[in-house]
């Protein structure tokens, strides 16, 4: 079960920072460099 739980919150965590990526369109380069920093 840990594993599922694991691999749900992986999945919901990409959703977001995609969603965050769409959204800061105008700003792309610099999303990208800051979620490759961290």
Known sequence: MP???RSKAF???IKFKYK???IN???L???WG???QS
């Open 11 to 13: 999945w919901n965590n």
């Open 3 to 5: 594993k599922k739980k």
């Open 20 to 22: 965050l990526t769409i």
């Open 29 to 31: 380069e610099e999303w």
């Open 25 to 27: 369109e105008n700003t």
């Open 34 to 36: 800051f979620v490759f």
